[in-house]
């Protein structure tokens, strides 16, 4: 079983930056591949970052691409999505999600085996 529990969230400006945080339990972040994910209001989830067993490569949905960036530390068994230039637009929950069964980056969500409770990102214009 993988605990997933992500921090970090709240209300920012745009143009402003935050860190979203995902603290793994059960599994070592080195075992497994990761993803966020977000869903914003009246809208279906959708892909934003992964990074796969290994820690390469990553892979990023095109509204994240030089904006976002996913990394891990392997130390802290966590996961980090780091977030610059945010826009109105990624208002959304943020979710992270594991994959035990395979090393490979994933963007389909029903790929993925743990999510966690998400977190809120508001951005204001």
């Known amino acids: 079983q993988v605990q997933l529990v992500e921090s970090g969230g709240g209300l920012a400006q745009a143009g402003d930056s935050l860190r979203l945080s995902c603290a793994v339990s059960?599994?070592?972040?080195?075992?497994?591949?990761m993803g966020w994910f977000r869903q914003a209001p009246g809208k279906e989830r959708e892909f934003v970052a992964a990074?796969?067993?290994?820690?390469?490569?990553?892979y990023y949905a095109d509204s994240a691409k030089g904006r976002f960036t996913i990394s891990r530390d392997n130390a802290k068994n966590t996961v980090y999505l780091q977030m610059n230039s945010l826009l109105p637009e990624d208002t959304a929950v943020y979710y992270c999600?594991?994959?035990?069964?395979?090393?490979?980056?994933?963007?389909?969500?029903?790929?993925?085996?743990?999510w966690g409770q998400g977190t809120q990102v508001t951005v204001s214009s």
């Open positions: 059960g599994r070592t972040v080195s075992s497994v591949s």
């Open positions: 999600a594991a994959k035990v069964n395979s090393a490979n980056v994933d963007r389909w969500a029903r790929n993925y085996d743990y």
């Open positions: 990074i796969s067993r290994s820690g390469y490569p990553t």
